[in-house]
């Protein structure tokens, strides 16, 4: 009997003091919380600064005061983002999402290193994700599609141009995308008009004149492509095709002059 009210006793005395300390328990987490949320505040307006070093620092704190701190750890991959440790971004991305598997903006960004990196089937895959969580927007569709055509998907491809030039007709680089991908098809004409809405879009674009001067010659347009490689030329100097659009231009003015000199002769000896 002794025994069980001793027992009794002391359960009482565990339970008043742990009543005791769970207020007190309470209180230090809603004050490391409250840190956590300072730090998080600090790391923002240094991200805002682009002092990323030290952003980092701050929501690293704010991680360690609350390890739930879904934002924090978003963030603090966007600013190893920055600094190019991609990494350590993928690292802070994958844990956002593993506390909130609903962050499109996560996925879409993971994506994004991803792509950096050349690892195309994850960016793809991140890609999709964002998109079936809601995330539409046509600078996702670009570059999903990019990853698509890289891989050499090009229906997919396609279809992903077309998507982010209907979420921004604006665009000057889905029609350049999609372009390219009509292009390696051999689909010259829909290249050419691809290429034409990107020059009245984005009318500074060495590339884009290159490629649609290409386009013109592969469809016996000489006088159109000699046109858009002088524009090239004339727009970028150093641009990294520039040697080959001068190849171009001296194979057609040699195939022109054939063809001329073939037509008066023909005409003499009419």
Same mark, same amino acid.
């Given at each position: 009997?002794?025994?069980?009210?001793?027992?009794?006793?002391?359960?009482?005395?565990?339970?008043?003091?742990?009543?005791?300390?769970?207020?007190?328990?309470?209180?230090?987490?809603?004050?490391?919380?409250?840190?956590?949320?300072?730090?998080?505040?600090?790391?923002?307006?240094?991200?805002?600064?682009?002092?990323?070093?030290?952003?980092?620092?701050?929501?690293?704190?704010?991680?360690?005061?609350?390890?739930?701190?879904?934002?924090?750890?978003?963030?603090?991959?966007?600013?190893?983002?920055?600094?190019?440790?991609?990494?350590?971004?993928?690292?802070?991305?994958?844990?956002?999402?593993?506390?909130?598997?609903?962050?499109?903006?996560?996925?879409?960004?993971?994506?994004?290193?991803?792509?950096?990196?050349?690892?195309?089937?994850?960016?793809?895959?991140?890609?999709?994700?964002?998109?079936?969580?809601?995330?539409?927007?046509?600078?996702?569709?670009?570059?999903?599609?990019?990853?698509?055509?890289?891989?050499?998907?090009?229906?997919?491809?396609?279809?992903?141009?077309?998507?982010?030039?209907?979420? +921004?007709?604006? !665009?000057?680089?889905? $029609?350049? =995308?999609?372009?390219?991908? /009509?292009?390696? %098809?051999?689909?010259?004409?829909? #290249?050419?008009?691809?290429?034409?809405?990107?020059?009245?879009?984005?009318? +500074?674009?060495? !590339?884009?004149?290159? $490629?649609? =001067?290409?386009?013109?010659? /592969?469809?016996? %347009?000489?006088?159109?492509?000699? #046109?858009?490689?002088?524009?090239?030329?004339?727009?970028?100097?150093?641009?990294?095709?520039?040697?080959?659009?001068?190849?171009?231009?001296?194979?057609?003015?040699?195939?022109?002059?054939?063809?001329?000199?073939?037509?008066?002769?023909?005409?003499?000896?009419?």
């Amino acid at each position: 009997m002794r025994i069980t009210q001793r027992w009794l006793a002391l359960a009482l005395a565990w339970m008043m003091l742990w009543a005791l300390a769970v207020p007190a328990l309470a209180k230090d987490a809603a004050i490391s919380v409250d840190e956590a949320v300072q730090h998080y505040k600090r790391g923002s307006d240094y991200y805002d600064q682009e002092q990323y070093d030290l952003a980092i620092a701050h929501f690293a704190k704010a991680v360690k005061l609350d390890p739930d701190y879904d934002i924090a750890y978003y963030f603090r991959a966007v600013a190893f983002f920055c600094l190019q440790r991609y990494s350590l971004a993928i690292a802070d991305f994958t844990k956002a999402i593993e506390l909130d598997p609903n962050a499109a903006h996560a996925y879409h960004d993971r994506g994004s290193v991803y792509y950096i990196q050349k690892q195309y089937d994850q960016a793809i895959t991140d890609y999709t994700k964002a998109i079936q969580l809601g995330r539409h927007s046509a600078i996702l569709y670009l570059y999903r599609g990019n990853a698509h055509y890289l891989q050499e998907q090009y229906a997919q491809a396609i279809a992903d141009y077309t998507k982010a030039i209907e979420l +921004d007709p604006s !665009g000057a680089f889905a $029609y350049n =995308g999609r372009g390219n991908v /009509y292009y390696v %098809q051999e689909q010259y004409a829909q #290249a050419i008009a691809d290429y034409t809405k990107a020059i009245e879009l984005d009318p +500074d674009s060495a !590339g884009t004149y290159f $490629y649609r =001067g290409n386009s013109y010659c /592969y469809q016996g %347009q000489y006088e159109a492509g000699i #046109a858009d490689f002088a524009k090239a030329i004339e727009l970028d100097p150093e641009y990294m095709y520039v040697y080959y659009a001068y190849q171009w231009l001296t194979y057609v003015y040699e195939t022109l002059a054939a063809d001329r000199q073939k037509v008066e002769k023909l005409s003499t000896n009419k």
